[in-house]
């Protein structure tokens, strides 16, 4: 039974992906339709270089400002928001069983014959099972190195969880340079459309000779690079930026769900009832029931797809 406010598992998601185009277009359509509107003529907008001096001077501070890895990042931070590749609920079931299935191993067999898992993730069948967790190098390293933390046995909880709120932390701080990156960049834009209006000026001024009409038209362009650079600035840079951080931090809970699941267990706790510690870690919006889980980790991931397909169909 699915609750009210919870999405099954498997559940589309490309609505969510039109989320950008469908804002892009509203944002352009009434800027744009308003200024013909006003009986503003488009054609004047279209004045490339200042764009050219906008963006390339942006595009520029940027390289300056960030090393090589934050810059390719910024590229990649890119793609997920627009895409929107945020974890699914299907990602967050994946993780459960894994989770579900390495506590039982832990639980019922020694240390020789459970520390394959963790050595050799690529071979075992707990994370073979799941191709697309595979695909997170970092968040089955993550797993990996704390259940094998919990295999040698020394550790404390309370140090356990320590170490994993310092190293979240630090995941976090990684996650983010692509939202510094950029709300930085967004911060600059007005000015440098200032610097263009400036430049813009400039050259009308070099033409206080010629007729009015000749010279509105340079400064009707000069000021096009103000327009620019505070648009770029707060209606595209600024709200990328903003959808950057809401998806990295959606890919962060995984980490968290990881985290708890592996705490509730060190502390005592079965592993069905450590699973649910980690599930109630899991957005409202995107949490899978009790009911999903349990199919999930007791008769494995084709049985939770067929779960899905059942609920997503009623």
């Known amino acids: 039974m699915l609750l009210s406010g919870q999405a099954p598992c498997g559940a589309p998601r490309e609505p969510d992906r039109l ?10 359509g009434c ?11 488009l054609h004047v907008l279209m004045q490339p270089f200042e764009f050219v001096i906008i963006g390339g001077s942006s595009l520029g501070i940027f390289i300056v400002a960030n090393p090589l890895p934050t810059i390719k990042d910024c590229g990649k931070a890119i793609m997920e928001a627009v895409l929107n590749k945020g974890p699914s609920p299907r990602d967050f079931l994946d993780v459960l069983s894994v989770l579900h299935a390495l506590l039982r191993e832990l639980r019922g067999k020694s240390r020789s014959e459970v520390e394959g898992h963790f050595d050799s993730p690529r071979e075992s069948p707990i ?30 909880t309370h140090e356990i969880e320590a170490l994993l709120d310092e190293e979240i932390q630090t995941l976090t701080y990684d996650r983010f340079k692509p939202v510094h990156a950029l709300n930085a960049v967004g911060d600059g834009l007005p000015a440098l459309g200032i610097v263009a209006a400036v430049l813009g000026i400039i050259h009308a001024m070099g033409a206080l000779d010629q007729s009015p009409q000749l010279l ?9 690079g103000t327009f620019a650079g505070i648009f770029f600035s707060y209606g595209i840079v600024a709200p990328i930026a903003h959808k950057i951080k809401v998806v990295r931090q959606q890919q962060l809970r995984l980490f968290t769900l990881v985290k708890q699941t592996l705490l509730a267990f060190m502390n005592g706790a079965m592993p069905q009832v450590a699973v649910e510690f980690g599930r109630k870690t899991i957005p409202s919006k995107q949490r899978p029931t009790i009911d999903a889980v349990e199919t999930e980790t007791i008769a494995g991931p084709s049985a939770g797809e067929g779960v899905a397909e059942v609920v997503s169909q009623s």
């Open 19 to 28: 989320n950008f185009v469908v804002g892009i277009v509203i944002t352009l």
């Open 127 to 156: 994370f073979t099972a799941f191709p697309k967790l595979m695909l997170n190098a970092d968040l089955v390293t993550f797993i990996c190195d704390y259940c094998r933390l919990i295999i040698i046995g020394n550790a404390k």
């Open 31 to 41: 800027m744009l339709g308003g200024f013909a509107a006003l009986g503003g003529h």
């Open 216 to 224: 509105g038209g340079l400064i009707g362009a000069a000021l096009v």
